[in-house]
């Protein structure tokens, strides 16, 4: 039986959300989440004044440290009816792929403009620095589908808000995404279902 087969599809929304907040409630007190903190390089003034910029190329030069952060991710979301993982351009597809594939999910590249061929549709947003829109393929999801959105960090949020009303009504929002105490990685984590 395949990872969608086998999964608890059928608890609806109270359910995803109580087995999703019990997840990120563990992931607290996990002992992986100081390691994974702690290999993201902060720099700050980049790219401009006044920026801390979370550099997780650091972390992806730590294989061990790596395999957590996205263990961390597959533990979470394994076993919850995810059908997709979107991940967003560019560093979203440093971690998306590797957990849709350990979650038997498919990967959904939300890109910049003008890099699908087919049909797309489009989200703009604004950036700590900057404009910018995000552009999936149309098709790509199927209605119902619970997806999962994949980052690196959230920031203003913008990013995700625009990668959320990209691909629907979203559901549930992890505590963990409010709690800029936690790595920036992890932060980064939302379930929303499609209309
Ligand atoms: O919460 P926000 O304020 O929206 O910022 C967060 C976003 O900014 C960064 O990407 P960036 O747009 O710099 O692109 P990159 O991944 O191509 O470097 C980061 O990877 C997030 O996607
Ligand atoms: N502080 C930050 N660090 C890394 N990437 C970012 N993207 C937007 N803000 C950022």
Excluded: W
Excluded at 148 to 167: C, E, M, N, P, W
């Amino acid at each position: 039986m395949g990872e969608q087969e086998s999964e608890s599809g059928g608890g609806g929304v109270d359910m995803v959300t109580e087995q999703a907040a019990a997840a990120a409630a563990k992931d607290a007190l996990d002992p992986r989440l100081q390691g994974i903190s702690d290999a993201i390089r902060v720099v700050p003034h980049f790219p401009k004044p006044g920026i801390m910029f979370n550099d997780i190329t650091a972390l992806l030069l730590r294989p061990g440290v790596f395999k957590d952060a996205v263990d961390m991710f597959v533990e979470r979301y394994r076993g919850m009816a995810i059908a997709a993982v979107a991940g967003i351009e560019a560093r979203g597809f440093m971690f998306g792929p590797a957990i849709a594939l350990a979650i038997g999910a498919k990967f959904i590249p939300l890109r910049k403009p003008g890099k699908l061929p087919g049909e797309v549709i489009a989200e703009g947003y604004v950036l700590e620095y900057g404009t910018d829109c995000l552009e999936m393929h149309v098709g790509a999801i199927e209605p119902g589908e619970r997806v999962v959105v994949v980052d690196d960090l959230v920031a203003t949020g913008g990013t995700l808000s625009a990668a959320i009303r990209l691909i629907g009504e979203y559901m549930f929002v992890s505590p963990l995404a409010n709690n800029i105490v936690q790595i920036s990685f992890l932060k980064s984590s939302f379930i929303i279902n499609t209309p």
